[in-house]
């Protein structure tokens, strides 16, 4: 028989310290039981937020190119005329992200085992009870604030502090330093101290430039129309939501989403959009070559003012925390094969997004490689006779 006493006693410990959070755990997120219950239910579903497959047509990602500039031709496989239309598939929120063990977690019996989960997967979960228990002063701040005023800059900043790094396991996050308002503290004026820095990546010869925010091994794109005044006004009434304003910088936002996947080289890795109202979630895999795309989903509840929806915020939270949740590339999206053909597009420069790609040190800078120059023209050649 095994010795299950004596010189136990380290292992018994560590047994008794993760109970220890465990237990602390499970008793925060109770109190929110119904709630996520319900939020897990829809996301589970079609109805609420779903992903697509992307594929890149033409883009000039093989030539040095910020992300202000960056552009691409795509399509959604649920909408290419060349594939069949009972092959339109869509991607489930769960065929992703782990909602099952989330679920597991919520319905806890004694005979569920407490080692299922890890110790990230945990402090995330207190995050996401503690982000609840106090979301009624979260949206007291947020009723507060000339959130229409705020630039795009300063609203990233804003949802950075107060939503962002509070659902993240790791809140290490860092506002790019050319973000504009020059503040070390949030936008708000509550003084909590911004980390501000270098967010560019990429390489100089290709796509490369900064993202908003990275929110440790997340990027975070804050995509809003800097010309408020007119679009604001016709939203004020009702906060009425736009869809489409995504759709704009999409371009850019596939181009960050890309790059940002490459430098990270840990498969499938998603690149978070946020308008003033809205968000969408953007993943690829340089492995496997497939970008999903997810729909565009509401911040708030309808006509309740600056009310986050939920089932937003727990989507928003896994996708924060994907590298504890996400389950990667199916083996039945590979063999359905909507690949974005990046590598295929991008041709000779692809070693250059397989190997060369940095973070930091990769602004907006001036490139000599391969610059476009017009010719001189001007009285310098004969004409054609008329
Ligand atoms: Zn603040």
Request: aromatic share 10%.
């Given at each position: 028989?095994?010795?299950l006493?004596?010189a136990?006693?380290?292992p018994?410990?560590?047994?008794r310290?993760?109970?220890t959070l ?5 008793t925060l ?15 589970s579903t079609?109805q ?5 497959f992307?594929r890149?047509?033409?883009c000039n990602?093989a030539?040095?190119?910020s992300f202000s500039?960056a552009w ?6 649920i ?6 239309e009972?092959?339109?598939?869509i991607v489930?929120?769960?065929?992703i992200f782990?909602?099952a ?7 806890f019996?004694d ?9 990230n997967?945990?402090t995330?979960l ?5 982000f609840l228990?106090?979301?009624?002063e979260?949206?007291?701040i947020?009723?507060k ?9 300063g609203?990233a900043?804003?949802?950075g502090t107060?939503v ?9 996050m860092?506002?790019d330093?050319g973000?504009?308002d020059?503040?070390?503290?949030c936008p708000?004026?509550?003084m909590?101290p911004?980390h501000v820095?270098?967010?560019s990546?990429?390489h100089?010869a290709?796509?490369h ?6 929110l440790g091994?997340v ?7 800097e010309?408020l005044?007119e679009v604001?006004?016709e939203?004020?009434s009702?906060?009425?939501?736009k869809i489409?304003e995504?759709?704009e ?7 960050e989403?890309i790059?940002f ?5 840990s498969g499938?890795v998603p690149?978070?959009c946020?308008t003033?109202d809205?968000m969408?979630?953007?993943?690829y895999d ?5 970008l999903?795309?997810?729909?565009e989903?509401q911040l708030?509840e309808p006509?309740e003012?600056?009310?986050f929806n939920?089932?937003?915020?727990v989507a928003?939270?896994l ?5 504890h ?5 199916k083996p039945s999206h590979?063999?359905f094969?909507?690949?974005a053909d990046f590598?295929?597009?991008?041709e ?8 060369g790609?940095?973070m930091?040190?990769c602004?907006h800078v001036?490139s ?7 010719p001189?023209?001007?009285?310098k ?6």
């Open positions: 028989m095994a010795d006493g004596g136990g006693e380290p018994n410990k560590k047994i310290i993760e109970r465990f237990n602390r755990v499970r997120v109770n109190s929110h039981k119904n709630v996520l219950s319900n939020a897990i239910k829809k996301l079609d609420w937020v779903t992903f697509c992307v890149i047509l033409n990602g030539y040095p190119c500039r691409c031709e795509t399509i959604r496989n909408q290419d005329p060349t594939v069949d009972c092959e339109r598939f489930k929120f769960p065929s782990n909602i063990l989330v679920k597991q977690f919520l319905d019996s005979e569920t085992d407490d080692s299922t989960f890890s110790d997967q945990l995330a207190q995050r996401l009870a503690v228990d106090t979301l009624h979260t949206n007291t947020m009723e604030q000339p959130i229409k005023s705020f630039k795009e800059s609203w900043a804003f949802l107060h962002l790094s509070k659902l993240a396991v790791s809140n290490q860092t506002i330093c973000y504009t020059k503040t070390t503290t708000c004026g509550c909590t911004i820095g270098d967010n990546m990429g100089e290709v796509w430039g900064s993202v908003d925010i990275l091994p990027a975070i794109v804050s995509s809003c129309p010309t005044s604001d006004e939203r004020s009702a906060f009425e939501m489409g995504i759709e910088s999409r371009n850019q936002v596939i181009a989403t790059v996947s490459f430098t990270q080289k499938l690149t978070i946020v003033r809205n969408k979630i953007l993943m340089p492995e496997f070559d497939l999903y795309e997810s729909s989903i708030f006509l003012g600056l009310k939920l089932t937003t915020v928003l939270w996708a924060i925390n994907y590298s949740f996400c389950t990667g590339v590979e063999k094969g909507y690949t590598k295929r597009i991008v000779k420069a692809f070693p250059i997004y397989n190997e790609m940095k930091g040190g602004k001036k000599t490689i391969g610059k476009y120059k017009a001189e023209n001007i009285g050649f004969p004409s054609l006779d008329d």
